[in-house]
């Protein structure tokens, strides 16, 4: 009955989430998603994504590394979708590694723009499904690497790291990880 029960919670989460996902993706294509832009400081947000998904990262008996380039460094973006965003990569990475270490990492890019990367030891994506990666209700690679979820998530992250004036790019390769990076403005401040 236990058992039971927990698959039925397991099945309703993954329904809120393919709901809440689909909403997204809808309002952001309508172009109803309004950014609150605000100061944040990276080294804060990173510490909260390591304290939330390292249990994840253990489960599997996996690595998270987090690297601050420059412990001071603040961008402009929206807070929860900036949230939104390394959950959704970080949780791919967390999917499709079964052995080894994703890291998380920020620097300085330039005068103006601070880089992050999430950069993981898993499956890879060949080179012909790459292009895959970003497509609605579609998942790169073999159906066995392929697990439960929405095909929605790096679709959202791609339209919202552009909304906030990046552009997000995937480099892989198959059976050696997968990194994704992207830019946002720095804080003057």
């Given amino acids: 009955i236990i058992q039971n029960a927990e698959l039925g919670i397991e099945s309703c989460r993954h329904l809120i989430a393919l709901i809440n996902d689909i909403l997204d993706i809808s309002k952001i294509e309508e172009g109803k998603v309004d950014l609150q832009i605000e100061k944040i400081a990276l080294s804060s947000m990173f510490d909260t994504i390591y304290s ?5 990262v253990e489960q599997k008996k996996l690595k998270l590394d987090i690297i601050c380039g420059e412990p001071a460094l603040n961008v402009l973006a929206d807070r929860k979708r900036l949230d939104q965003i390394l959950y959704n990569i970080v949780g791919n990475a967390i999917k499709f590694t079964d052995k080894g270490t994703i890291t998380i990492s920020y620097n300085q890019k330039d005068e103006n723009t601070a880089q992050i990367e999430v950069i993981d030891t898993g499956c890879g994506i060949a080179s012909d499904e790459i292009h895959k990666v970003f ?17 929605l998530g790096m679709a959202i992250s791609k339209k919202l790291v552009e909304m906030m004036g990046g552009e997000i790019e995937v480099k892989s390769e198959l059976n050696k990880g997968t990194g994704f990076y992207f830019p946002l403005p720095k804080s003057k401040i």
């Fill in 52 to 56: 939330t998904m390292n249990h994840m």
């Fill in 135 to 151: 497509n609605r209700f579609e998942q790169a690679g073999t159906k066995a690497k392929q697990t439960k979820g929405t095909g």
